[in-house]
């Protein structure tokens, strides 16, 4: 609160200035638009606790993107003067990317990537998506669009597969908020990340199983030639599989993939006998410049396809995710959903 009250200030003078005791209940009534909806959403969500999270996920952002701007500001001020009309003019470029960045968020977009084996003998394709964060941010409108995006790639695809996080832990999950997914003709498989916990993940399972979707936790599932195990995100409740456990899965007749929420562990999960590792929980940093942080992160498999060729040729498929968490912005990624083609070398 210290950052956010220079901040309030600082805007404030570039306007007018005010006494700094009239910032106070400004900011007092900024947090309770964050601390209201978070007590009163657990229980029952409502458009004035979605709307409250919302409008404070976009001002949180905007706080971020100040901190960086004034940073900025005072290294260029180093080499030349600026006028109020220059601080005032930089300060409407980062609302209009707040702009882009907020309706870029909503849209949904669908990319190809191809796999290619010397050893496939039949070729199939996987919509691959995670991170929904369905919560009081993304509520039913993203699991709507979701359902609608894959009901027109469908018929051109075999498998739908979610790598965690279908649920932001924000608000209540109920029974019936995945439903719109219930009448996708393809299998949906689904296996936990860690927010997907937070509001229960008995309560996330359970909206699952109304909507159709195959739980996949810590257990295979073969479609095809397919081999496919997900191996959930560990909070203690659902213990770590051990190595020697994961190679008991492994069919070597088979393409083996490894549906696991963090893009970790790739080295080893290829050794075990994996193909292909699908994963997400990095939003890929979401929007400028976290993005260059995340690639300093998780093994340096921030977002995209990975591939390695050690005797045999081994994926890493780290999608930015369909959702957004906290902040609904982006800025430098997609609200993405990609179809992996996996193909026989050509």
């Not at 890493?316 to 070398?345: A, F, Q």
Request: charge should be negative; include cysteine.
């Amino acid at each position: 609160m210290i950052y956010e009250f220079f901040a309030l200030k600082y805007l404030s003078n570039l306007f007018v200035t005010f006494n700094d005791l009239y910032i106070i209940p400004v900011i007092i009534l900024l947090e309770a638009t964050r601390i209201i909806p978070t007590f009163t959403e657990r229980n029952k969500s409502t458009k004035t606790g979605r709307f409250l999270s919302t409008f404070y996920g976009v001002y949180e952002w905007f706080l971020m993107m100040l901190f960086f701007y004034l940073i900025l500001m005072n290294i260029i001020s180093i080499f030349t003067v600026h006028t109020r009309i220059i601080y005032v003019v930089s300060l409407g470029i980062l609302i209009i990317i707040g702009a882009y960045a907020y309706i870029h968020a909503h849209k949904i977009i669908v990319k190809e990537r191809i796999l290619e084996f010397d050893d496939v003998n039949t070729e199939y394709s996987i919509i691959h998506l995670s991170d929904v964060h369905f919560g009081s941010v993304r509520h039913k409108e993203i699991i709507e669009n979701i359902a609608d995006r894959i009901r027109h790639l469908q018929d051109n695809c075999d498998i739908v597969i979610i790598s965690g996080d279908l649920a932001d832990g924000s608000c209540i999950v109920n029974e019936d908020d995945f439903k719109p997914l219930a009448d996708i003709k393809i299998p949906v498989i689904f296996t936990s990340g860690n927010h997907d916990y937070y509001p229960g993940l008995e309560n996330v399972h359970k909206a699952c199983h109304n909507a159709n979707i195959i739980i996949v936790e810590n257990d295979v599932y073969e479609f095809e030639d397919l081999n496919i195990y997900g191996l959930s995100y560990s909070f203690g409740d659902i213990p770590m599989p051990t190595a020697s456990e994961l190679k008991k899965v492994i069919k070597e007749d088979k393409i083996n993939i490894v549906n696991y929420h963090i893009p970790n562990g790739w080295d080893e999960l290829s050794a075990i006998g994996f193909d292909i590792q699908l994963s997400g929980h990095t939003h890929g940093g979401q929007f400028y410049p976290v993005t260059f942080f995340g690639k300093m992160l998780y093994e340096g498999h921030n977002m995209g396809l990975f591939k390695k060729t050690s005797g045999r040729t081994h994926y890493l498929h780290v999608t930015t995710g369909v959702g957004s968490m906290d902040m609904p912005m982006r800025w430098g990624t997609d609200s993405e959903m990609v179809i992996l083609k996996i193909v026989k070398t050509r």
